[in-house]
């Protein structure tokens, strides 16, 4: 009887089929779909794609909430935190548990918590006064939890389903899915705002966690390692301290952080955008929605067309080159004259978004032992969640001082010294190759 964690590519009624050597030779530019064609990954991609749309529909529909009943865009950043906190805890927690007990149950629970939650939002929003600001803090606050934990959780298990060669590709077709979902949420969203069902947009969010649940109770048991023990709290805490120590060890797993931290703190863009649409841009019809979309718009193109990068074997070297096209595309957007050519830099800084993270979560998945995945995701979560509102806190300070020129260009020359100086510094990191990694995970035995 062959292990549930056994890598699968693809299979086809329970049994494992060799892929053809003429399909393997036709690759091109188009998303690899190949591990589409695995049934446990289709229930976890299924799962992904159920809940991005209503994710997204929830993003915009909580601070909208807040606003209207408070009236004040300072309590809409204070609902920030809120949901940050949690984030930020419940994703280092969560990465822990995840290497603690089964992942596929651990992925129900959440899945289901998230569900029950997301439906509690939908009827808070029909109460008197249209919501109660204590209730939707609360409410908020355990949706990001729950995803704090959902999530590091899905990523762990993607080399157990789809084997080493596989996990290129399926970090791409969920990217890619999560940035069409990044797009066509908020607009859906904008809608049901506009005509006054915020409650429909609460029910998306909670009947996509409820699809998710029933995909996933499809999957195999998924423990990690092979093995699941008792959970316990203070085990998981203990654990998180042990990811720290394993991650201060591995030169290559911690360079994955430390660059996005780089990227994301001096060059995320977002916060200087409201000052573009009220003055260089004020002119451009919708240039506030332009430049919100600019680099989604990059990454879904980038995600469509990633048959490439699926392929990538010097990794390392590749994400170093996609952040420094970032870099540089956030320079041609502070220096852009015109609405057209600042959302085409930052679509450009997009697509170097999109290979990066394609990339360096594929090297965490490959590079760390599968009992230390989880957590690994888990800080993977907190420096994705962390490194952009660090960036807004950056460029709001320097824009409101020196200009929003000065605060683009100068993030972006950084940038690109910055990928240097890891280049010459962090050779390890440089000359990482997913093939050597992936000659190192084997699967465990029939």
């Known amino acids: ?178 940035q069409a979902g990044v797009i066509v949420g908020p607009l859906l969203a904008g809608v049901l705002i506009g005509v006054g069902d915020i409650f429909l947009a609460y029910t998306v969010d909670a009947a996509g966690f409820l699809l998710a649940a029933l995909l996933l109770r499809g999957l195999p048991p998924l423990p990690p390692g092979g093995h699941a023990g008792p959970l316990r709290l203070r085990s998981a805490v203990r654990g998180v301290g042990e990811g720290f120590r394993f991650l201060r060890t591995q030169p290559v797993l911690l360079m994955t952080f430390v660059v996005d931290i780089i990227a994301m703190l001096f060059a995320w863009p977002q916060a200087v955008f409201p000052e573009l649409s009220g003055t260089r841009f004020a002119d451009s019809p919708n240039s506030l929605g332009w430049l919100f979309a600019g680099v989604s718009i990059g990454s879904l193109a980038m995600g469509l067309t990633s048959g490439w990068v699926t392929r990538v074997d010097r990794q390392g070297a590749v994400v170093l080159g996609a952040i420094s096209v970032w870099g540089v595309a956030i320079i041609g957007f502070g220096l852009a004259p015109t609405l057209w050519f600042a959302v085409l830099c930052l679509a450009v800084a997009g697509a170097g978004d999109m290979v990066s993270a394609v990339l360096r979560t594929s090297m965490l998945q490959l590079a760390a032992p599968d009992g230390m995945r989880g957590r690994m995701q888990g800080v993977f979560i907190v420096v994705v969640a962390g490194g952009p509102r660090l960036g807004d806190l950056r460029a709001g300070a320097i824009a409101t001082t020196a200009g929003v020129t000065v605060a683009m260009v100068s993030g972006g020359v950084l940038i690109v010294v910055a990928m240097a100086l890891v280049a010459l510094l962090v050779p390890s990191f440089w000359l990482f190759r997913a093939s050597r990694s992936a000659a190192e995970v084997s699967p465990r035995p029939s």
């Open 1 to 178: 009887m062959s292990d549930p964690l056994d890598p699968v590519d693809p299979v086809e009624g329970g049994r494992s089929v060799e892929e053809p050597v003429a399909v393997r030779g036709r690759r091109g530019w188009a998303i690899d779909t190949t591990p589409l064609r695995n049934p446990a990954y289709r229930r976890l991609f299924g799962g992904v794609a159920a809940t991005m749309l209503g994710q997204q529909m929830t993003l915009v529909a909580v601070p909208f909430q807040v606003y209207a009943l408070t009236g004040s865009s300072l309590m809409v950043g204070v609902t920030s935190v809120v949901a940050l906190v949690p984030l930020i805890v419940f994703g280092l927690l969560g990465g822990a548990i995840a290497d603690a007990m089964d992942r596929r149950r651990l992925m129900l629970i959440t899945s289901g918590g998230a569900a029950v939650t997301s439906s509690l939002l939908a009827v808070q929003a029909l109460l008197p006064g249209d919501g109660h600001l204590a209730v939707l803090w609360v409410l908020t606050a355990c949706v990001s939890g729950f995803a704090a934990v959902n999530q590091p959780t899905r990523s762990a298990v993607i080399p157990a389903l789809v084997g080493p060669e596989g996990v290129p590709a399926a970090n791409a077709l969920a990217m890619t899915v999560r």
